[in-house]
Nanobody, 113 residues
Framework: QVQLVESGGGLVQAGGSLRLSCTAS????????MAWYRQVAGNGREWVAT??????KYTDSVKGRFTISRDDAQNTMYLQMSSLKPEDTAVYYC????????WGQGTQVTVSS
């Protein structure tokens, strides 16, 4: 079973930037759809962005501010987040879209106003 480790979160002021990383313990392969999700305590997990061989997709609230990318040679996926808003505050997770792996611990992003 592939293990996923998210990192790069932290505390940032509104308007700031962060880059999240998602590192897999083994090769996933570029033919897999990978995604970032986020969850606020007490709420369900929300889809943020997907990357695949067909391109990238984003939820409307992050379009133009977030960029998803991957480096398959490093078994790593990224989420570059810019112009951060307080409503982006959440724990961010990564996973494969179809047949997801066990969820990692996530990385906390806190945006102060």
């Amino acid at each position: 079973q592939v293990q996923l480790v998210e990192s790069g979160g932290g505390l940032v002021q509104a308007g700031g930037s962060l880059r999240l990383s998602c590192t897999a313990s083994a090769s996933i392969g570029n033919n897999n759809h990978m995604a970032w999700y986020r969850q606020v305590a007490g709420n369900g997990r929300e889809w943020v962005a997907t990357i695949s061989a067909f391109g990238t997709k984003y939820t409307d609230s992050v379009k133009g501010r977030f960029t998803i990318s991957r480096d398959d040679a490093q078994n790593t996926m990224y989420l570059q987040m810019s112009s951060l808003k307080p409503e982006d505050t959440a724990v961010y997770y990564c996973n494969r879209v179809y047949l997801p792996f066990n969820w990692g611990q996530g990385t906390q992003v806190t945006v102060s106003s």
